[in-house]
Every structure is written in C-alpha cells, then in structure tokens.
C-alpha cells in the first residue's frame, strides 16, 4: 500500500481557476515536500514544512500556497490557473532533520493540466 | 550555485549488458549524493546514497562512488535486467540549503530490451 496519498492522480483545469491537491503521509515524518515535475525539466523543488511549519519557499508565484492542517497533511493550493502551470506535483516526506542528508520519500504524483 | 548534470537522455541495453550513467555535479562544500529511480505511473524512490566522499553506494546490483576530485557520481551496473527500465536521476543534497531542497538532474531513461 502506498504510503504517501496523493489526490486526485490527474486533473484537468480551466485556465482561471483554483485547484487544491492533497497529500497525506503514513510514515510518521514530520517533514513534507512539494516538488514540481514540468514537462522536459528535472523535478523542482518548491516548498518544505517541518512541524507544519513552512521552512523553505522556492516559488516565486504567491498563486501556490501549501497548506497544512495536520501533521501528516501537506496539499497545495494553486490559484489563478495558469497553462504554464501543467505539471506533475509530487508530495515528499522525511524525518525531519538538519540539512538535506535525509532521504525523501515520493508520492505518486498529481498531474495537472490547464486548458 | 548547485546544480547536477547527466548526459545522455536515453540509454538502450539489451539484457545482461553493462549499464553506465554519467553524472558531474557542481557545489561548494560537502554535498550527500543520491540516485533516485522513477518507475512509469510512480514518484521516484531511492535507489542508493553517498554522504562521504570517496566513498561507494550500492543497491540492488547498482553502484555509484562519490568522486570528489572529479566532482562525478557515475551509475553503473554489470547486467541489466528488462525490470531495471526506469528514468534514473543523479541528486545533490547540499548541507548548506533548506531541508528538503534537492538538486535534480535531467534524468536519463533506461530502456532494457528482454
């Protein structure tokens, strides 16, 4: 069974709109990812939260706000849609720790397309 | 800055054959090296790590040694199997950035033909 939940596995989007996806993770790590997957680009780092709390921002845009409302919930919500958005978002964990020696821990992914 | 480059985008082998996965990685500092596995429909997953240098990783037939005069972490692996086809990415991890933030390389696909 996986461990780390991602929802939903595909979306499609109206340019414009808002989406949410979820993560849930039953690793019990205290820190949680998310990464960006666009299309002919390595993954992307985006944002880490330890003990809910955001550690690390690498978006530039404030239309992707992670949210986490408990300790093994990290989901992203993107709002004002954009087609440059089309990607595949994947939700990682780890035990919480200094630096980035720990090993991180993938979902499946959430694939995302804007029209 | 820190940043990973792989060459060769896709590799085919025919079963048995020996598998080499070039990896050059550029930082300041002492980075731990990995390389992840991304299977079709799934998240990539560890498939070996190196938090010293000079030292040698190995996982399943797989080997990569932290190279830091060279500033290389080649894959490699003396037979390769049909199972093995997969996307490959050689990662740095620097002890300096944010929890979490991983440099990913380009990735390069195994095709393996039975």
């Known amino acids: 069974d996986p461990k780390i939940i991602q929802k939903p596995k595909y979306l499609v989007a109206v340019t414009g709109s808002e989406k949410i996806l979820i993560c849930e993770q039953y690793?019990?790590?205290?820190?949680m990812y998310w990464y960006r997957q666009s299309a002919k680009k390595p993954l992307e780092f985006m944002f880490s939260y330890s003990y809910q709390k955001l550690m690390d921002n690498q978006t530039a845009s404030s239309r992707f706000q992670p949210q986490s409302s408990k300790k093994n919930h990290l989901d992203l919500q993107i709002t004002a849609l954009k087609p440059d958005d089309s990607a595949t978002y994947f939700c990682?964990?780890?035990?919480?720790?200094?630096?980035?020696?720990?090993?991180?821990?993938f979902g499946e992914g959430s694939r995302l397309i804007v029209v | 800055g820190n940043s990973v480059t792989q060459m060769q985008g896709q590799v085919t082998l025919s079963e048995e054959e020996f598998l080499f996965i070039n990896c050059t990685y550029s930082t300041t500092g002492y980075p731990t090296l990995f390389w992840y596995v991304q299977y079709p429909g799934e998240g990539p997953q560890l498939l070996l790590k190196v938090t010293t240098a000079n030292n040698k990783g190995s996982s399943r037939g797989f080997e990569a040694t932290y190279d830091k005069g060279t500033t290389s972490f080649h894959l490699q692996k003396a037979s390769v199997q049909e199972s093995d086809s997969a996307v490959y990415y050689c990662?740095?991890?620097?002890?300096?950035?944010?929890?979490?933030?991983?440099?990913f390389g380009a990735g390069t696909q195994l095709i393996v033909i039975p």
């Open positions: 990662v740095l991890g620097h002890r300096g950035s944010a929890l979490g933030r991983l440099h």
């Open positions: 990682a964990s780890s035990q919480s720790g200094t630096g980035t020696g720990n090993t991180l821990y």
């Open positions: 690793l019990g790590h205290n820190a």
